[in-house]
């Protein structure tokens, strides 16, 4: 097969000098090929063209033909035979254009590119004729027809010599890649030959050290199986064992929470002999009065937390949740907590809302109790502080965050993650059971899990403990509020 990158065309050789144009008695003018901007240069003109113009040869040689327009040339016809050009189509038009002596001639202008043996056009012939005058035109009118036919005749050989030369590089491409795919293919071949040969190898041997590892692990799985019997057995004693512990559990619950209901009554009653003892005793008498309080809330939050607990614990602990308002359950918490705050010299302040939230409000109440007794517990001086702020959780749903302010020691941060845990008490090493035994925030803990409510702390150590619970604001109240607020056309 030829190389086609070493096939090389012949250069053309412009024919430019005809002897039969300077017979014809039209104007001939044969222009380069340069279209584009400034646009061609003249070759070649004949003696008629100097008739027809009064110009020389030697004196538009090597100009444009541009020069022979004047102010009444159609730039519209111009540039559509320019167009024609450029698509290698024969042009043809009638131009207004403008003698030597200055006078201006309407003439019929025949472009027709000439096609050298590469295909592409060499020159532009152009036969120009003085409409005029009255000359015969079949002169023109059989070169015109010459032109075309050597015209076309040409575009057919170029396009059939494109074709042929096409048909060969393509034959030769795809010959050049089918070698190129062979040559791959036998590569591969060679290669995955040689990488079998290998593998073989490889696998003789290792196929020996199988089955010297298949007979090890039969032994292991032998010894395997007999040991996961044994842990069968030992799993179905671990599981019975299981349901006897579990069944022993489930009666200390039921025991623990039917002893602590049986204790709270004699207990709530002895709170109520204790406040009619408050108004009927002296000042003398407060001081011991005050401790005898203190351990009556010691005795009545041990109790509320155990049967708390023991309900949590036996699963019977269903919330009944729904609007609970603040004011009321404030206002009892006042009531109470103020007395136990005088008996040991502190100030007790709660700080009233209008707020319904969406809770439990007696589990609430409870939460709130251990909070407040765990305060008057660990603050030795100073005040207590029990409030609630509007506010949003992480997903912009409103809430409340009731929080119990107090000035005792404070916590430490690396005591934060355990205070919360049963039987936690960060100063009582000794275990005075008069300071509790360490379940008040665990239930708090539980109890806020129970509802979905979140706690939180805030604290700094030497100045106080911020202890918070986040509870949802009741969307119905929140919608009976803002009526009655419209109503009334006042806030909260």
């Known amino acids: 097969m030829p190389d086609v990158q070493g096939l090389r065309e012949p250069k053309a050789k412009p024919l430019i000098i005809q002897p039969i144009w300077d017979r ?7 222009t380069d090929r340069a279209l ?3 646009g061609p240069v003249i070759r070649y003109v004949n003696r008629a063209f100097t008739r027809l113009t009064g110009y020389r040869a030697d004196e538009v040689i090597g100009r444009s033909p541009r020069m022979l327009q004047c102010a009444r040339t159609d730039k519209a016809m111009s540039a559509a035979m320019r167009r024609d050009l450029r698509n290698g189509e024969v042009a043809r038009g009638t131009l207004v254009n403008r003698r ?11 472009i027709a590119p000439l ?24 002169e023109v009118q059989r070169l015109s027809v010459e032109l075309e036919q050597r015209h076309s005749g040409a575009n057919e050989t170029v396009a059939r010599q494109r074709n042929d030369l096409r048909m060969v590089t393509g034959r030769y491409r795809n010959t050049l890649s089918q070698l190129d795919a062979v040559q791959e293919r036998l590569s591969l071949r060679e290669s995955a030959l040689d990488h079998r040969n290998r593998e073989f190898d490889r696998s003789d041997g290792e196929l020996n050290a199988s089955l010297e590892e298949l007979r090890a692990m039969d032994e292991k799985l032998r ?3 007999e040991r996961i019997e044994d842990a069968n057995l030992q799993l179905a004693r671990s599981n ?13 619950l039921q025991l623990l929470a039917s002893a602590s209901h049986d204790l709270r009554q004699p207990v709530m009653s002895m709170g109520l002999f204790l406040d009619v003892l408050r108004h009927r005793l002296g000042d003398a008498e407060r001081p011991i009065l005050g401790g005898v309080l203190a351990a009556h809330l010691s005795i009545r939050t041990l109790l509320d937390g155990m049967l708390d607990t023991a309900r949590i614990d036996a699963g019977v602990l269903t919330p009944a949740i729904g609007p609970v308002p603040m004011c009321d359950m404030l206002d009892v918490i006042k009531g109470e907590f103020t007395i136990q705050a005088q008996m040991r010299g502190l100030r007790f302040r709660v700080v009233s809302s209008t707020a319904v939230v969406h809770s439990d409000a007696q589990l609430l109440e409870r939460i709130l109790r251990n909070l407040l007794a765990n305060a008057l517990k660990y603050t030795g001086s100073g005040s207590i502080l029990l409030g ?27 005591s934060q993650s355990i205070i919360f845990e049963e039987f936690r008490q960060l100063d009582n090493r000794d275990r005075d059971q008069r300071r509790g035994v360490g379940l008040g925030l665990a239930i708090v803990a539980r109890l806020a899990r129970q509802l979905g409510h979140g706690i939180a702390l805030r604290l700094s150590p030497g100045r106080g403990s911020i202890f918070s619970v986040l509870v949802p604001r009741s969307r119905k109240a929140d919608g009976r509020r803002h009526k009655a607020r419209g109503k009334r ?3 909260e």
Request: net charge negative.
């Open 115 to 138: 096609i050298g043996p590469i295909g592409e056009p060499e020159h532009y012939i152009c036969v120009a004729e003085d409409l005029k005058e009255d000359r015969s035109t079949s």
């Open 24 to 30: 014809l008695e039209q104007a001939v003018i044969v």
């Open 388 to 414: 609630c702020r509007r506010c949003r959780d992480m997903e912009g749903y409103p809430c409340m965050r009731i929080e119990v302010w107090d000035t005792g020691p404070g916590i430490d941060e690396t």
């Open 36 to 38: 584009a901007a400034p």
């Open 223 to 225: 010894l395997s199986l």
């Open 240 to 252: 019975e064992e299981l349901q006897r512990l579990r069944a022993a559990d489930a009666d200390k």
């Open 489 to 491: 056309g006042g806030g």
């Open 100 to 110: 030597k002596d200055g006078s201006d001639y309407l003439c019929s202008l025949v």
